[in-house]
């Protein structure tokens, strides 16, 4: 065992939804006003690197998320019942 380990704390709520993108390299997560997408590109996963923060809506949570099978991006669905999807690489955000 190398002693490492990987720990996703900071949720505000529980996590109720997951999404891989494609290839595995982020995972996408819901249990906050946005959706904490960490990175796994690396053989270390997201271990000492920010996630990202995509679709930042003030108070309202993110209650599901699914990334696209094919593209980095993901459809970000929030408590009131709003869905946007939102780009990896920089963050642009579209209504759905």
């Avoid at 590109?41 to 599901?64: F, I, Q, W």
């Avoid at 990334?67 to 209504?95: N, T, W």
Wanted: with cysteine; aromatic share 8%; proline share 6%.
């Amino acid at each position: 065992a190398d002693g490492k380990h990987m720990r996703m704390s900071g949720y505000p709520s529980k996590v109720k939804s997951l999404s891989w993108s494609v290839k595995g390299k982020w995972l996408a997560s819901s249990g906050a006003p946005a959706a904490i997408v960490w990175p796994f590109a690396s053989k270390d996963g997201p271990m000492g690197k920010a996630p990202l923060e995509l679709g930042t809506r003030g108070n309202t949570m993110v209650t599901c998320v699914a990334c696209h099978p094919s593209q980095d991006v993901v459809a970000i669905g929030y408590e009131d019942g709003m869905v946007i999807a939102a780009r990896f690489a920089d963050a642009k955000e579209v209504l759905l």
